[in-house]
């Protein structure tokens, strides 16, 4: 069974950084890209960024441009969100997903981890 596992959130202060970390297991994991979300209380869950597993492509939305930046480690079925500069308006649960057959401009979430909370305060 595939899984989806976050690590990496916590508290921090404003202008602080933290790395959110998105680790697949399971033998038949197989995505073309990731991506990553965010939901505040009483929000919707917005997409913020989405990467290609190999790399060459990204997606920022505007709200985090410029401040977090994706990664991903193939041999470790890992994919990061580097969050630079947090804002308090940054603080809600964040949630990698894996695209399945979608791409990173065209993603479509097809698997969700589990969520980490991040609180930023001022």
């Known amino acids: 069974q595939v899984q989806l596992v976050e690590s990496g959130g916590g508290l921090v202060q404003a202008g602080g950084s933290l790395r959110l970390s998105c680790a697949a297991s399971g033998r038949t994991f197989s995505a073309s890209a990731m991506g990553w979300y965010r939901q505040a209380p009483g929000k919707a869950r917005v997409l913020i960024a989405t990467?290609?597993?190999?790399?060459?492509?990204?997606y920022y939305g505007d709200s985090i441009k410029g401040r977090f930046f994706a990664s991903t480690d193939k041999a470790k079925n890992t994919v990061y969100l580097q969050m630079n500069n947090l804002k308090p308006e940054d603080s809600a649960v964040y949630y990698c997903a894996s695209g399945g057959r979608s791409f990173w401009y065209n993603f479509s979430p097809a698997l969700w981890g589990q969520g980490a909370q991040v609180t930023v305060a001022s």
């Open positions: 990467i290609s597993w190999i790399g060459s492509g990204t």
